[in-house]
């Protein structure tokens, strides 16, 4: 069975722009939650998808969002960009009553300059 | 609100000395806690996770309610047991799980 997949895996954006990421989970995985990581904060919890509805939201401005395709994929996009998000983005997939065995992806390198 | 404390990010020990991860938690009912590992030029994976009860490599961890822990033990390090580790709590039903900022464990040969 093919792992959570992430796309693109490095990203080089400027400051004021947007920026799209994308996610494919495990097949027959309908949850997707969605992570930033960054050395000093370790993971912080961005939202968390569930059969296209967004389940649970941590604490991140609205320039911060994301959606679920009928597929279970999952895109998160980032509208004006700050030099601050910079970091790994990390999306996991679970299965429905196993949420709490994340299968996580390789994530997405975003640097802002 | 749910939060998880690991004060060390880096702990370093010999090969063969026993390990212990410090994780704290704070909730207010009854959580599901986990440990999450990740090792060199790998994904974030599955560790063990408080119910079952388990060794996984070697490693085990027990809840404490009375002081809100959920330590990582392991009696002889070894040196492929060199990783980051993460703490993580689940509330009931479909609560988001929380990380720690996470461990990075050295095991010296």
């Known amino acids: 069975k093919a792992g959570v997949t992430q796309t693109p895996r490095y990203l080089i954006k400027t400051r004021g722009q947007q920026v799209t990421l994308s996610c494919s989970p495990i097949?027959?995985?309908?949850?997707v939650s969605w992570y930033q990581q960054t050395p000093g904060q370790g993971l912080q919890f961005l939202f968390e998808?569930?059969?296209?509805?967004?389940?649970n939201k941590g604490n991140f401005p609205g320039r911060f969002s994301g959606r679920q395709f009928s597929n279970s994929r999952s895109e998160m996009n980032v509208s004006t960009l700050e030099l601050g998000d910079s970091a790994l983005y990390l999306c996991a997939s679970s299965l429905d009553g196993r949420d709490y065995e994340q299968y996580f992806g390789p994530g997405t390198r975003l640097t802002v300059t | 609100a749910q939060r998880v404390t690991q004060p060390e990010k880096l702990l370093s020990v010999f090969k063969g000395a026993p390990v212990e991860l410090k994780c704290n938690y704070s909730y207010s009912g009854s959580p599901e806690l986990f440990w999450y590992v990740q090792y060199s030029r790998q994904r974030l994976q599955l560790l063990l996770r408080?119910?079952s009860r388990e060794s996984i490599k070697g490693f085990t961890a027990d809840l404490n309610k009375g002081e809100t822990s959920f330590h990582l033990k392991k009696p002889f390090a070894q040196e492929e047991d060199s990783a980051m580790y993460y703490c993580a709590l689940k509330g009931g039903g479909y609560q988001k799980v929380t990380f720690g900022t996470g461990t990075k464990l050295q095991v010296i040969p």
């Open positions: 097949s027959g995985h309908r949850s």
């Open positions: 408080h119910i």
């Open positions: 998808y569930f059969s296209e509805t967004q389940r």
